[in-house]
């Protein structure tokens, strides 16, 4: 989503096997929390805000000085990244292209800036088009090689992704080792990508970078939650906070562990209610819709499903919430040839396994079971190990009277009840 965040990755958050009446051990404090729930100033908001004005009125005072456009574009992506505003995102797009158009895009870090912009939005393959002009230009190649990793992953396209991982080593570079434990968490090697994630926050800490160590520390708030260490998760967001108390991403790692580890609903929704006024984004609905689910209140689950649909229909996102949208669909068989032709979309715009289990998840939601075994056998097994794909997996195997098949996974899924959440035990369970 941005410099080093461009990087997809995933909410990693698995871990725990726990039942609806255990009384999980408590591992958040409140205390430890409640004074980024509060707060009035947002300093890198405000610093943003000034520089928009800066750079605005010197352009308007030399409109031919087109270097001022590229950095109006940066502060109005940091605007994005701390307001979840879209048309933010959509302003430094415009920004980026008028500048590139005039450069006649000649000019690689503006190109490449361009192109993460695209990743932002899910416009994979037109980033991709950018990254390889940049790649041609050359200037900078390994910073382009960085990018095409990061395009490439997000494509599926892993063969390429790893010709450039691999053009790019360093085992003393924070963006080499970043990248090199998502392409281990990729394969499934969850203890190697954690052992590669702190050797990057260990540079991070070394050279007193605080961006880097913010970021290295939210994604290892991931990354221990997904490997079961819950404490270190906590700690880890903990630790961003520290650096930056505005850092929404953090809070909701909280958010997750108060719910989903400590079953706590009405502090989790509390969390969440604190983030969404300042950083408001159409996925805090449908936690909150989650939420209610486990609750067992109808009215607000389905109130907050709503608000998720209002707020797409009054914001342009693109394709940025598609996988959301076409799993929504697919749970009621009233809409489910709905979440089909999303998927269809999905995978024609980015074929990775993930897009592929949406299409075949979709195909068992409106019977057609044997399509959906087809698909999953060809494009999602032993291609993606996210707890949900694995549930769909099952499931599909389930429909298709493949009991054998279904019950490894069944017990790999009890083991990751953290990341699917509470209100998956149930269905895990009836498998």
């Known amino acids: 989503m941005k410099t080093l965040k461009t990087i997809s990755f995933l909410v990693f958050t698995i871990g725990f096997l726990f039942g609806c009446e255990t009384k999980s051990e408590q591992i958040t404090k409140a205390d430890d929390y409640n004074k980024y729930l509060t707060l009035k100033e947002n300093k890198s908001l405000t610093f943003a805000h000034n520089e928009i004005d800066y750079w605005q009125k010197k352009y308007d005072a030399a409109p031919n000085q087109m270097s001022y456009l590229s950095q109006l574009a940066a502060n109005y992506n940091t605007l994005f990244e701390h307001t979840g505003d879209v048309k933010n995102l959509y302003k430094s797009e415009e920004l980026l292209t008028k500048y590139n158009e005039s450069n006649q895009y000649s000019r690689v870090s503006t190109i490449r800036s361009l192109s993460r912009n695209y990743i932002s939005q899910h416009r994979f393959k037109e980033a991709l088009v950018l990254a390889n002009k940049a790649l041609l230009i050359g200037e ?3 910073e382009t090689q960085k990018l095409l990793f990061d395009v490439q992953m997000e494509l599926g396209n892993y063969p390429k992704a790893v010709k450039n991982l ?3 080593r360093d085992m003393n570079s924070f963006d080499y080792l970043i990248r090199l434990a998502k392409w281990n968490d990729h ?3 969850l203890e190697t990508a954690i052992t590669f994630m702190e050797k990057a926050r260990d540079i991070a800490e070394k050279e ?3 961006t880097l160590k913010i970021w290295s520390y939210s994604n290892l708030g991931d990354f221990y939650g997904h490997a079961g260490r819950i404490q270190e998760s906590y700690e880890s967001f903990l630790k961003t906070l520290a650096l930056d108390p505005n850092y929404s991403y953090a809070l909701k790692g909280i958010a997750w562990i108060v719910f989903s580890k400590e079953r706590n609903a009405n502090e989790a929704n509390r969390i969440i209610d604190a983030i969404a006024t300042t950083h ?9 819709s989650q939420i209610a689910e486990f609750k067992g209140d109808k009215v607000n689950e389905i109130k907050n499903r709503n608000a998720y ?3 797409m ?3 342009n996102y693109g394709a940025m919430y598609n996988k959301y949208n076409a799993l929504i669909y697919a749970d009621d068989k009233e809409t489910a040839s709905k979440a089909l032709e999303i998927a269809k979309i999905e995978v024609a715009h980015r074929p990775t396994a993930d897009s592929y289990d949406l299409l075949a998840w979709s195909y068992l939601n409106i019977g057609e079971n044997k399509k959906a075994l087809e698909i999953a056998q060809n494009h999602v097994v032993g291609k993606s190990f996210e707890p949900k794909v694995q549930y769909h997996l099952a499931m ?5 009277n493949l009991a054998l098949k279904t019950k490894p996974i069944k017990e790999e899924l009890l083991s990751s009840l953290y990341e699917l959440g509470p209100i998956y035990e149930k269905k895990v369970n009836q498998l």
């Open 208 to 210: 007193d970078n605080k």
């Open 309 to 311: 649909f209002s707020m």
């Open 140 to 142: 900078g190649k390994k």
């Open 396 to 400: 599909i195997y389930k429909s298709n």
């Open 280 to 288: 408001n984004k159409p996925d805090f609905y449908l936690l909150k």
């Open 187 to 189: 394969k499934g090697d």
């Open 166 to 168: 691999n053009a790019i």
């Open 313 to 315: 229909e009054k914001n």
